[in-house]
């Protein structure tokens, strides 16, 4: 038998576009969290979002009043739907850590050419794909807000080849605009220049420093802090709370997932 995704219906409202420069909201979105009663984070996608994983759950719970679960997985795509039921391997995921705040990001195994993407639905080069790609993306908003949690949904980093990324996170941008269960987070001008060309390197100490790794996909140690301080910014605002300095030296950094295709870091860490 053929399974497809359970059938959606999304709530037309208003949302919030958050990025560097986005101001706070008036009416906060989560509750204020305490020690006792910390805000509970979880965190899925790719292996793109396994890489700013790290640094994510390290400025979060840098502030004492956050915890975060990382329930990444590889190869994971909407697309990918036919072959890896997400919306069924989310369940024992969501029951475990009962999230206020769901983190997601998708988009190498949705629109880069990859290994089996034929098997993909919808594909690239489907002319309704941004029709099937809205209602996958509508499931996945039933699913993981069910019991009130909200998404804030990372956009796809540029890629070299520019248009590849710019096509998802139009139309994520355009479906955060009519459903406030969703919150859209620019994470592209952390990672291209005055004039939105991509960038493969950024200014550490007066080092050139990788926030790419040589794929021109995955990210290093800097491109995981960038993406970890513009997306926890914006969670922590509609929590109430501000980052606490010092998280981005946490242990983190030392994390043997950024010694696969290793970037050249010019100079030791710290």
């Known amino acids: 038998t053929t399974m497809v995704p359970p059938t959606t219906t999304t709530v037309p409202s208003m949302s919030t576009t958050t990025g560097p420069a986005a101001a706070r909201r008036v009416d906060q979105v989560l509750r204020s969290p305490t020690a006792l009663e910390p805000?509970?984070?979880?965190?899925?996608?790719?292996?793109?979002?396994?890489?700013?994983?790290?640094?994510?759950?390290?400025?979060?719970?840098?502030?004492?009043?956050?915890?975060?679960?990382?329930?990444?997985?590889?190869?994971?795509?909407?697309?990918?739907?036919?072959?890896?039921?997400?919306?069924?391997?989310?369940?024992?995921?969501?029951?475990?850590?009962?999230p206020e705040a769901v983190v997601v990001q998708t988009g190498i195994w949705d629109v880069q050419a990859v290994h089996g993407g034929e098997r993909r639905r919808p594909r690239p080069e489907d002319p309704d794909w941004e029709a099937q790609f809205a209602f996958l993306v509508g499931v996945a908003l039933d699913v993981l807000t069910a019991d009130g949690a909200h998404v804030y949904w990372l956009t796809m980093l540029p890629s070299p080849e520019a248009g590849q990324s710019e096509r998802l996170n139009r139309l994520l941008a355009d479906l955060a605009g009519g459903d406030d269960r969703m919150s859209l987070v620019d994470l592209t001008p952390?990672?291209?220049?005055?004039?939105?060309?991509?960038?493969?390197?950024?200014?550490?100490?007066?080092?050139?420093?990788?926030?790419?790794?040589?794929?021109?996909?995955?990210?290093?140690?800097?491109?995981?802090?960038?993406?970890?301080?513009?997306?926890?910014?914006?969670?922590?605002?509609?929590?109430?709370?501000?980052?606490?300095?010092?998280?981005?030296?946490?242990?983190w950094r030392s994390d043997p997932l950024y010694e696969v295709d290793p970037c050249e870091d010019p100079a030791p860490l710290g």
């Not at 396994?50 to 997985?73: D, K």
């Not at 991509?198 to 990210?219: E, F, L, S």
């Open 39 to 98: 805000l509970r984070v979880m965190v899925i996608g790719d292996s793109v979002t396994y890489e700013i994983e790290p640094g994510l759950t390290a400025a979060l719970q840098h502030t004492g009043l956050v915890v975060s679960a990382n329930r990444t997985q590889m190869g994971f795509g909407l697309s990918q739907w036919p072959i890896f039921h997400w919306w069924e391997i989310w369940e024992p995921f969501l029951e475990e850590v009962r």
């Open 190 to 251: 952390g990672f291209t220049d005055t004039e939105g060309s991509y960038v493969q390197y950024v200014d550490r100490h007066g080092a050139a420093w990788p926030v790419r790794k040589v794929d021109g996909t995955h990210i290093c140690r800097e491109g995981a802090e960038v993406v970890a301080e513009i997306t926890a910014a914006a969670i922590l605002a509609d929590a109430g709370l501000d980052l606490v300095a010092g998280w981005e030296n946490d242990p």
